[in-house]
């Protein structure tokens, strides 16, 4: 069973279209994040929702919109799609908002390629 | 967070010990020393944390030095499995993961 799961693997798109990547998680727990990780491999926090509700948002431009229908998903849809949006966007998820590093629980990620 | 070095990339021979260095000179006292691992084409994975004294599970060991400004993660013995990049990140235990995973280093096991 997979436990943090994301879908597509690879979104291959052109620039000004808008698409999304899910998220589901079947751990139970209460907080999701999305993060994304750079052609240099530097990954970094974009949010993070706790029991749907948005609690961290890290400077991400509004083109990037998450949205959590329940706790167990943490969509991210993004509109208007640009060169640099290309990078591997990884979901994860952990069992409280303020969890320690080792608690979180990576997918696999969604390598998107913007043309 | 405090910022991390750690060397580009490693080799290590299947069956041998691999030790990955990490400096961390600017490391606060209520930081943590956290090691994860990226395998190719999947998700970050955990491997081990500790504040000051010496940590083991059953993945590897973490050695920080006495000032903790610099700490080793150890594979006792290395598998072709093991080839991935390793991440080391210094951080507070709790409040939100906002940390910045760096350039990393990239570990390669030989057969």
């Known amino acids: 069973d997979t436990a943090v799961s994301q879908t597509p693997k690879y979104l291959v798109t052109q620039m000004g279209n808008d698409k999304s990547i899910k998220c589901e998680q079947n751990?139970?727990?209460?907080?999701m994040y999305w993060y994304k990780q750079d052609s240099k491999k530097f990954l970094k926090i974009m949010f993070s929702?706790?029991?749907?509700?948005?609690?961290i948002n890290e400077t991400v431009p509004n083109r990037f919109s998450p949205k959590s229908p329940d706790k167990a998903h943490l969509n991210l849809h993004i509109n208007s799609l640009e060169l640099g949006d290309s990078a591997v966007y990884f979901c994860?998820?952990?069992?409280?908002?303020?969890?320690?590093?080792?608690?979180?629980?990576f997918g696999p990620g969604t390598r998107l390629t913007v043309t | 967070d405090a910022k991390t070095t750690q060397p580009p990339s490693m080799d290590c021979a299947e069956g041998r010990a691999a030790n990955l260095p990490c400096n961390h000179s600017?490391?606060?006292?209520?930081?943590?020393v956290y090691w994860y691992r990226q395998i190719h084409s999947q998700g970050p994975q955990y491997i081990i944390h500790?504040?000051?004294n010496n940590e083991t599970n059953e993945m590897a060991s973490l050695i920080i030095t006495e000032d903790r400004k610099s700490s080793t993660l150890i594979l006792p013995h290395a598998t072709l499995r093991d080839t991935a990049v390793y991440y080391c990140?210094?951080?507070?235990?709790?409040?939100?993961?906002?940390?910045?995973f760096g350039a990393g280093t990239r570990l390669f096991v030989k057969a």
């Open positions: 994860a998820s952990s069992p409280r908002r303020l969890a320690g590093a080792n608690e979180q629980y």
């Open positions: 751990l139970g727990h209460d907080t």
């Open positions: 929702y706790n029991n749907k509700e948005l609690i």
């Open positions: 600017t490391i606060s006292g209520n930081e943590y």
């Open positions: 500790g504040l000051k």
């Open positions: 990140i210094v951080r507070v235990a709790t409040g939100g993961f906002k940390t910045i």
